[in-house]
């Protein structure tokens, strides 16, 4: 539903409340004309980027955890654990640290300041109701889940992505980049036609042993070196602490998709995988294969679909890395030992450049550069179609 029907549903008690929040001046016992005078000045251009100027990044961290996805309707818990998930934990810790120089002390020994504790995660959803942002359903059981109306999130995605736009650095074409559209699609020929001609021993924990998997990886299109020992490598795969990351998505691809499977200590190809072995390449497969990229890794990466999207309006033309990693780091919470920073580049751009989405380049006077490729438009405006289908 849009603003203005939950708007009709609400009871007068909320609308009186919507209407202090954007100083209505109206009749207050008359629903009608708080409803056309909320409408007003909401549809106001400069009272919605007013309050968007205002909110703070963990505010817009929720926000933006409500904009992209299928699901229509949240509950209470659900909406708390985002409020909470917004708030990343090396923030807390730079509030919780002391000053580097502790202030001397005087002979009126007045209290040191303590900075006011952050509003609950109810205080702030309540302040998201007041601002006509979340309503509650009417009956039933629904009466019980929040909702975000339609056309306020397409408008505070599009408030957001101008927003966003406006510190980007754009520029013309690199003459050198890097593009791998296809490249994936025909891996997987190259992977199922290596393990249907050759006995793949693994290991006691299904892995393969390295002298197989080196053999594999010096027959696909990207040529990716073995992890180093010891190095931390979990979350993104069945066996990512063994594999490198692209083929780690292609190995857990082919087997989810049946055309490999482990067992008795040997990789063996399935009847499924000799079929697509034999098949010409399908073009719904791309798609496939990045909605099974954004089930793998959303784990991890929480925020992984606003992120893709951001990506995506943001990198329509060439622009450089540098300045897009500046609008969206605030939004990427560290996992584990992976930094902000590690999960941009490593765990978002290089999968979208392997997947075949992006191109990579690099400018001679702006640096690295990345721009959408002509199959990430149809792949992720179909993939962002379906999820707000109710796919995902």
Same mark, same amino acid.
């Given at each position: 539903?849009?603003?203005?029907?939950?708007?009709?549903?609400?009871?007068?008690?909320?609308?009186?409340?919507?209407?202090?929040?954007?100083?209505?001046?109206?009749?207050?016992?008359?629903?009608?004309?708080?409803?056309?005078?909320?409408?007003?000045?909401?549809?106001?251009?400069?009272?919605?980027?007013?309050?968007?100027?205002?909110?703070?990044?963990?505010?817009?961290?929720?926000?933006?955890?409500?904009?992209?996805?299928?699901?229509?309707?949240?509950?209470?818990?659900?909406?708390?654990?985002?409020?909470?998930?917004?708030?990343?934990?090396?923030?807390?810790?730079?509030?919780?640290?002391?000053?580097?120089?502790?202030?001397?002390?005087?002979?009126?020994?007045?209290?040191?300041?303590?900075?006011?504790?952050?509003?609950?995660?109810?205080?702030?959803?309540?302040? *998201?109701?007041?601002?006509?942002?979340?309503?509650?359903?009417?009956?039933?059981?629904?009466?019980?889940?929040?909702?975000?109306?339609?056309?306020?999130?397409?408008?505070?995605?599009?408030?957001?992505?101008?927003?966003?736009?406006?510190?980007?650095?754009?520029?013309?074409?690199?003459?050198?980049?890097?593009?791998?559209?296809?490249?994936?699609?025909?891996?997987?020929?190259?992977?199922?036609?290596?393990?249907?001609?050759?006995?793949?021993?693994?290991?006691?924990?299904?892995?393969?042993?390295?002298?197989?998997?080196?053999?594999?990886?010096?027959?696909?299109?990207?040529?990716?070196?073995?992890?180093?020992?010891?190095?931390?490598?979990?979350?993104?795969?069945?066996?990512?602490?063994?594999?490198?990351?692209? *083929?780690?998505?292609?190995?857990?691809?082919?087997?989810?998709?049946?055309?490999?499977?482990?067992?008795?200590?040997?990789?063996?190809?399935?009847?499924?995988?000799?079929?697509?072995?034999?098949?010409?390449?399908?073009?719904?497969?791309?798609?496939?294969?990045?909605?099974?990229?954004?089930?793998?890794?959303?784990?991890?990466?929480?925020?992984?679909?606003?992120?893709?999207?951001?990506?995506?309006?943001?990198?329509?033309?060439?622009?450089?890395?540098?300045?897009?990693?500046?609008?969206?780091?605030?939004?990427?919470?560290?996992?584990?030992?992976?930094?902000?920073?590690?999960?941009?580049?490593?765990?978002?751009?290089?999968?979208?450049?392997?997947?075949?989405?992006?191109?990579?380049?690099?400018?001679?006077?702006?640096?690295?550069?990345?721009?959408?490729?002509?199959?990430?438009?149809?792949?992720?405006?179909?993939?962002?179609?379906?999820?707000?289908?109710?796919?995902?």
């Amino acid at each position: 539903m849009n603003l203005s029907d939950m708007l009709s549903y609400a009871d007068i008690g909320q609308l009186s409340k919507i209407a202090n929040v954007y100083h209505c001046e109206c009749n207050g016992n008359s629903k009608n004309e708080l409803i056309q005078s909320i409408l007003a000045q909401i549809n106001r251009h400069e009272v919605f980027e007013e309050l968007i100027s205002g909110m703070k990044i963990e505010d817009l961290r929720f926000l933006n955890s409500l904009l992209f996805e299928s699901r229509q309707s949240y509950s209470l818990e659900d909406l708390i654990a985002r409020v909470q998930q917004s708030r990343f934990e090396d923030e807390k810790q730079e509030q919780k640290e002391p000053a580097a120089e502790p202030p001397k002390k005087t002979k009126s020994r007045k209290k040191a300041s303590v900075p006011p504790p952050p509003p609950s995660p109810r205080d702030i959803i309540a302040r *998201f109701k007041h601002q006509g942002w979340l309503f509650n359903g009417f009956s039933g059981p629904g009466r019980y889940l929040f909702q975000v109306p339609n056309d306020l999130k397409a408008r505070f995605r599009d408030t957001l992505q101008r927003r966003f736009a406006e510190k980007l650095q754009y520029t013309d074409e690199p003459p050198m980049y890097r593009d791998e559209q296809g490249l994936l699609l025909d891996d997987i020929k190259h992977l199922l036609h290596y393990v249907y001609h050759n006995e793949v021993q693994l290991v006691s924990d299904g892995s393969m042993y390295k002298r197989y998997l080196q053999q594999v990886l010096d027959r696909l299109g990207v040529q990716e070196e073995l992890p180093s020992k010891g190095a931390w490598r979990f979350g993104y795969g069945r066996h990512f602490n063994y594999y490198p990351d692209r *083929f780690s998505l292609l190995y857990d691809y082919c087997r989810s998709a049946s055309y490999i499977q482990e067992g008795e200590g040997v990789l063996s190809i399935t009847e499924k995988g000799l079929e697509r072995l034999q098949a010409a390449p399908m073009a719904a497969e791309q798609e496939q294969m990045f909605r099974y990229w954004l089930k793998l890794y959303k784990g991890p990466v929480t925020n992984l679909l606003s992120l893709v999207h951001w990506v995506h309006a943001l990198a329509r033309d060439w622009v450089t890395v540098e300045s897009v990693r500046e609008v969206l780091l605030p939004f990427i919470k560290t996992y584990y030992y992976d930094s902000p920073n590690a999960i941009y580049e490593a765990r978002l751009l290089k999968m979208l450049t392997h997947l075949g989405l992006l191109r990579i380049g690099e400018h001679p006077q702006y640096g690295a550069v990345m721009k959408v490729t002509k199959t990430g438009h149809i792949v992720m405006e179909g993939g962002e179609a379906q999820i707000s289908g109710g796919r995902y």
